[in-house]
């Protein structure tokens, strides 16, 4: 169970978080605060794992709050005023609660929080079977078996997914490919991660893949060139 804090000026949202976190086995509510020098006083003192934390307050914005933060956090905004979901989402953010929301709403976002901690503490020593990925201003888990080949785009990526729409992410292709199992993907140019699993053949300096009903053909970098064929055995 995650150990969670609740920062907000209005005591009325803090009973509201405080009452939908008693019906949710995932998450034990310790502490909840008015002030946020209380807070970081408490986060400095003791494990906290998740802040439920207002955006709009009146000493200091919860955005500044958490980009102080000296500890890494997972973080759930709460607010009344969407405006600030993409700054919120910038700073890792897990999810962002538009007030006043539903038990389903939190649910939701809690589980994500869930299971983004089970991800992070047993990444070590477990083979998890899919990644996080911030694209589209939220945590999206992709299966790593519904991966067909990653495109870097400079600061960006776009993954291309079987019968899915692509994800395009804020990240750069050396940040991804090191969160995925060696043995299943490989890079194969300075701009494309490639599946093993949708290799069909390579001809020369080019590679054949299947992407859903069609074929792609990329071209395999010459640096790659000798762990390509080395991996595929050409």
């Given at each position: 169970m995650m150990k969670a804090i609740a920062l907000?000026?209005?005591?009325?949202?803090?009973?509201?978080?405080?009452?939908?976190?008693?019906?949710?086995?995932?998450v034990q509510l310790v502490k909840?605060?008015?002030k946020p020098n209380d807070a970081l006083r408490y986060i400095e003192n003791f494990p906290v794992d998740l802040i439920f934390l207002d955006i709009q307050m009146?000493?200091?914005?919860?955005?500044?709050?958490?980009r102080d933060l000296k500890r890494d956090i997972m973080v759930i905004f709460t607010t009344a005023h969407s405006e600030y979901a993409i700054e919120g989402f910038n700073l890792n953010a897990i999810d962002y609660l538009l007030k006043p929301f539903t038990i389903d709403r939190f649910n939701q976002a809690v589980l994500k929080a869930y299971e983004f901690y089970n991800y992070?503490?047993?990444?070590?020593?477990?083979?998890?079977?899919?990644?996080?990925?911030?694209?589209?201003?939220?945590l999206l888990k992709i299966d790593?078996?519904?991966?067909?080949?990653?495109?870097?785009?400079?600061?960006?990526?776009?993954?291309?997914?079987?019968?899915?729409?692509p994800v395009v992410a804020r990240m750069t292709l050396k940040a991804l490919y090191e969160k995925l199992p060696a043995n299943d993907f490989l890079r194969?140019?300075?701009?494309?991660?490639?599946?093993?699993?949708?290799?069909?053949?390579?001809?020369?300096?080019?590679?054949?893949?299947?992407?859903?009903?069609?074929?792609?053909?990329?071209?395999?970098?010459?640096?790659?060139?000798?762990e390509v064929y080395r991996v595929c055995k050409m």
């Open positions: 907000d000026d209005e005591p009325l949202a803090l009973t509201v978080i405080d009452s939908f976190c008693e019906q949710n086995e995932k909840s605060f008015l009146p000493s200091v914005s919860g955005i500044d709050f958490f992070t503490n047993n990444a070590s020593n477990t083979k998890q079977p899919y990644i996080y990925i911030r694209a589209d201003y939220s790593l078996l519904d991966i067909i080949y990653i495109e870097g785009l400079n600061d960006y990526l776009r993954i291309h997914l079987r019968n899915q729409k194969v140019h300075r701009s494309y991660i490639v599946s093993m699993l949708s290799i069909l053949k390579i001809t020369g300096k080019i590679m054949h893949i299947k992407v859903n009903d069609n074929v792609v053909q990329l071209q395999i970098g010459k640096s790659y060139e000798d």
